[in-house]
């Protein structure tokens, strides 16, 4: 207690809101510009935690990205913090920080959003995961790995679309074919992924073939609810029995989810994801007995 006591006025030096509760065994955190302003994600840990009886807490930490190197430096030397969630806008600042210590399919990401004691290497070091690409595999399993060859297009490859190709290309299987577009000029990735990038003007070219469909743009989420990433026009192209996939969340039924819906396809939100990914992060940072299916209820409830 004595030495998190310390810890916390050290840490209180570095960031914008302020950490008192030093009695804990352990504490993990979400980092970010201000998540101690209503982040999501200490609520659902904090269940799972009071679930599993322990005395741990995940406490949010406001800091700008001056203090972010220090902060990280500082937590890692301190094995009571197990690690946590990065919020915007620090997910590239803390790979840059941490990408020694990633996974292949992570430094292509370029983006992290949970760090981590990784028991494999050393408990000294923090590793950093992107769960936003793990999670949004969840709701599309059984689609990918069917025996039949599935088409796909991804709209988006920014840091949220980068994450979903990277898990894609890794799990797919050699049948499948992907296809992703872009709004903007895409830089093709070190690595040669047997995938094509194109731009999102030419879509329409290909809508017709599309077994499934996803968005990971922002477009129709609450900043551009008005807004779809396919014209409403094409909507009539898509086959009758194609999936769209939202990764968006808020509002629940996007314009890509609407227009879906008027044409009677089959769609799917990222309300599961947005929780996949959480859980998944709780794993990575926790020694749990819980299995996956329990944190999601637990944090679901």
């Not at 030093?22 to 955190?29: A, E, G, P, R």
Request: glycine share 4%; hydrophobic share 40%; aromatic share 8%.
């Amino acid at each position: 207690m004595v030495d998190t006591l310390k810890m916390f006025k050290e840490i209180n030096k570095l960031i914008d809101n302020h950490l008192i509760d030093s009695s804990l065994d352990n504490f993990s955190v979400i980092i970010g510009s201000n998540p101690s302003k209503g982040a999501r994600s200490p609520i659902l840990w904090n269940k799972v935690y009071k679930e599993e009886k322990k005395n741990v807490a995940m406490l949010p930490i406001d800091v700008n990205s001056d203090g972010l190197l220090e902060l990280i430096s500082l937590l890692q030397e301190h094995k009571n913090c197990l690690g946590g969630a990065i919020a915007v806008p620090h997910k590239e600042a803390m790979f840059k920080i941490l990408q020694d210590k990633c996974a292949p399919e992570i430094k292509e990401i370029g983006t992290i959003n949970c760090f981590f004691r990784n028991t494999k290497t050393s408990l000294r070091h923090f590793s950093g995961t992107n769960t936003d690409g793990e999670a949004s595999l969840d709701p599309i399993k059984k689609l990918i790995n069917e025996e039949n060859k599935f088409n796909i297009a991804l709209i988006g490859f920014g840091g949220t679309g980068k994450a979903v190709a990277a898990f894609l290309i890794k799990h797919l299987k050699r049948s499948h074919d992907l296809k992703i577009f872009n709004r903007t000029k895409i830089k093709q990735p070190k690595k040669k992924f047997n995938v094509s990038f194109l731009d999102l003007k030419v879509i329409s070219k290909y809508i017709d073939s599309f077994d499934l469909i996803i968005n990971a743009t922002t477009l129709g989420t609450k900043y551009s609810p008005t807004e779809s990433p396919i014209p409403t026009g094409l909507f009539s192209k898509i086959k009758k029995d194609a999936v769209i996939y939202d990764i968006n969340y808020d509002p629940p039924k996007t314009k890509f989810i609407q227009l879906a819906e008027e044409k009677n396809l089959r769609a799917i939100n990222g309300l599961r994801m947005n929780l996949i990914q959480a859980v998944l992060a709780y794993r990575y940072t926790n020694e749990t007995s819980l299995t996956q299916n329990q944190i999601y209820e637990i944090m679901n409830s």
